[in-house]
């Protein structure tokens, strides 16, 4: 199931038409897209809104006043004891964990029964791939899908929201975008047509509009690390065991590291020679939504590869503008990843052509 068969859900050329509330559906999407490369299984969340493991993740991830005094309170008293309190944030996180658990481990068990009847693994997906390997127990296997899941999908979704409100107020980029996007790439509506990770080398504006989002809106804002040695941060003293707090989106937007225009969304910044890795800043580290050396996210490849191809895929396919332009747009807190407070409503107009 694709954005381009939901279509009819999606546009009107009525120009007064509904709008849709576009985080619902990049969650929805981007959940089957990590259901099928990780598990090889269809989640049909496109289909369905309230297929079991959408309605469960839906919990996970909803702000809340309560969570955002959890999060607080994490800062000062041990995760274990957090977890212990007589919450329904608790209480939701517990029985939302334990559903996924389940449908991962289901998964799982199906894949080793079709495997042992078919007699061959011909499987392309992480479990598959982890199935042949022989090395991971089935617990194991459930943790790591878990991981894959939650991790795989709802940050990338958060950067669709994103990447839909820049373009949306920055139409200029949106058309310029479009014309790239089917310029290089074939209509979806072509049988004989096929895409390959070399036909998205070319797009290079694309690959600029998405790091441009990911640089000004970080999915996950914050990250824990705890020092492994007594070490200094710009002289100063930390001992070892302690939490540092990584704001990446403090680095990303440093006007001493991206110079004055380092708050304003401009794409071009990643454009030109030289540019493509580092946005124009003169260390790597300017740019930290997945941080760097061993302990980087092991998923970024796959995360940049997804966003751009669901970007690609809307904008080529639909033109789109805000319900309300004028509305001011505020960063929800309390959630694992950054929102729009009240969501984010969009006009879509499917374009021809293409």
């Given at each position: 199931m694709t954005v381009q068969a939901e279509a009819p859900r999606l546009t009107s050329n009525d120009e007064k038409a509904p709008a849709v509330e576009v985080g619902e559906w990049t969650s929805r999407a981007t959940l089957d897209i990590i259901g099928l490369a990780g598990m090889g299984q269809d989640f049909g969340c496109l289909r369905n809104p309230d297929t079991e493991i959408i309605s469960a993740y839906r919990k996970v991830f909803q702000p809340s006043g309560q969570a955002k005094f959890l999060g607080l309170l994490s800062l000062v008293i041990p995760f274990w004891l957090l977890r212990a309190l007589p919450v329904k944030r608790n209480d939701d996180l517990r029985t939302s964990a334990a559903t996924i658990r389940r449908i991962c481990r289901q998964?799982?068990?199906?894949?080793?029964?079709?495997?042992?009847?078919?007699?061959?693994?011909?499987?392309?997906?992480?479990?598959?791939?982890?199935?042949?390997?022989?090395?991971?127990?089935?617990?194991?296997?459930?943790?790591?899908?878990?991981?894959?899941?939650?991790a795989g999908h709802e940050t990338t979704a958060s950067a669709m929201v994103w990447a839909i409100l820049a373009l949306c107020r920055n139409p200029e980029y949106q058309v310029r975008l479009r014309e790239e996007v089917r310029a290089h790439i074939p209509s979806p509506n072509d049988p004989g047509s096929s895409v390959t990770s070399e036909t998205f080398d070319k797009l290079h504006f694309l690959h600029a509009v998405c790091n441009e989002v990911l640089r000004l809106h970080a999915p996950v804002s914050l990250t824990l690390r705890e020092t492994a040695h007594d070490t200094s941060v710009v002289g100063q003293f930390v001992p070892a065991g302690t939490t540092i707090v990584l704001a990446a989106?403090?680095?990303?937007?440093?006007?001493?590291?991206?110079?004055?225009?380092?708050?304003?969304?401009?794409?071009?910044?990643?454009?030109?020679?030289?540019?493509?890795?580092?946005?124009?800043?003169?260390?790597?580290?300017?740019?930290?939504?997945?941080?760097?050396?061993?302990?980087?996210?092991?998923?970024?490849?796959?995360?940049?590869?997804?966003?751009?191809?669901?970007?690609?895929?809307?904008?080529?396919?639909?033109?789109?503008?805000?319900?309300?332009?004028?509305?001011?747009?505020?960063?929800?807190?309390?959630?694992?990843?950054?929102?729009?407070?009240?969501?984010?409503?969009?006009?879509?107009?499917?374009?021809?052509?293409?």
């Open positions: 998964s799982i068990q199906l894949k080793k029964t079709n495997i042992e009847k078919q007699g061959k693994n011909n499987g392309i997906d992480i479990i598959s791939v982890a199935l042949e390997s022989k090395a991971f127990s089935e617990d194991n296997l459930v943790d790591q899908m878990m991981t894959f899941l939650a989106s403090a680095i990303n937007m440093s006007k001493t590291l991206w110079g004055p225009d380092a708050a304003e969304f401009n794409p071009d910044r990643w454009m030109g020679p030289g540019r493509a890795n580092n946005g124009g800043a003169e260390s790597n580290y300017s740019f930290m939504t997945f941080l760097h050396g061993p302990r980087s996210c092991i998923g970024q490849a796959f995360a940049k590869a997804e966003f751009a191809c669901l970007l690609a895929g809307l904008v080529g396919r639909f033109e789109m503008e805000l319900e309300e332009p004028e509305r001011k747009i505020d960063n929800q807190s309390g959630g694992i990843t950054m929102r729009i407070t009240g969501g984010l409503r969009v006009r879509m107009r499917e374009i021809p052509g293409w």
